[in-house]
């Protein structure tokens, strides 16, 4: 089975501080990917990923970051995290094209970040 | 652009009532169409798919059938239980590869709740 992880369930995090919200995923996926999720407006896109090094903005990248040094772990960054970002954040990743399941995104549990 | 559109919830239903979530969705071309569920406390799980028209997805006792000339994809059950308690999203994927492989697009999601 895949396992997609989070470094965190909860996290609270004050105002102007910079917070890394840490993925791992264990098959080997070129693709990743964060949403985030708040009520009434489902999940967003923020950044994905197809390749090591690669990064291409979502719907709604502005106040974060992305990095992908490594195949199996993407990193969201909050440069300097604001009340209004506050939210459950989702990681996902998928295979390559020409595989099996290969639109398929396996999700991880998630973080629950509150933002003082 | 492509969107989704499902139904507003929440839906509360009693044990054994059939179920219908309905899903519309806007893209060119022929898209790929999922229905992920999301139970409390947990991240979003792949509950089925359908790649072309006229497909039925099936899993766990739900279906929905991939309709081309409505542009739909309704998610059904005829006997619901108090398990399948969750929010359950409806999503596309436009597979234009690139660096957009397989982004997926979600609707806002529908919260069913079963009473026993």
């Known amino acids: 089975d895949v396992k997609v992880t989070q470094s965190s369930r909860y996290l609270v995090k004050r105002t102007g501080e910079k917070v890394f919200l840490e993925c791992v995923q264990d098959m080997d996926h070129e693709n990743m990917f964060w949403y985030r999720q708040d009520p009434g407006l489902g999940l967003r896109l923020i950044y994905f990923s197809y390749d090591v090094k690669m990064k291409e903005k979502g719907d709604i990248p502005e106040g974060y970051s992305v990095s992908r040094e490594k195949k199996e772990r993407f990193s969201l960054i909050l440069e300097s995290a604001s009340t209004n970002q506050t939210s459950m954040y989702l990681c996902?990743?998928?295979?390559?094209?020409?595989?099996?399941?290969?639109?398929?995104?396996?999700f991880g549990p998630g973080t629950r970040l509150l933002v003082l | 652009g492509d969107s989704v559109t499902q139904m507003e919830g929440p839906v509360t239903l009693s044990e054994e009532a059939f179920l219908t979530i309905n899903c519309t969705y806007t893209a060119t071309g022929y898209p790929s169409l999922f229905w992920y569920v999301q139970y409390p406390g947990e991240g979003l799980q792949l509950l089925l798919k359908a790649t072309k028209a006229d497909d039925k997805g099936s899993n766990k006792g739900f279906e929905a059938t991939y309709r081309k000339e409505t542009t739909s994809f309704h998610l059904e059950k005829g006997s619901v239980q108090v398990s399948d308690s969750a929010v359950y999203f409806c999503?596309?994927?436009?597979?234009?590869?690139?660096?957009?492989?397989?982004?997926?697009?979600f609707g806002k999601g529908t919260l069913l709740t079963v009473n026993p």
């Open positions: 999503a596309l994927s436009a597979g234009r590869g690139g660096g957009s492989n397989y982004k997926l697009t």
């Open positions: 996902a990743s998928s295979p390559i094209p020409n595989t099996r399941n290969q639109e398929t995104q396996y």
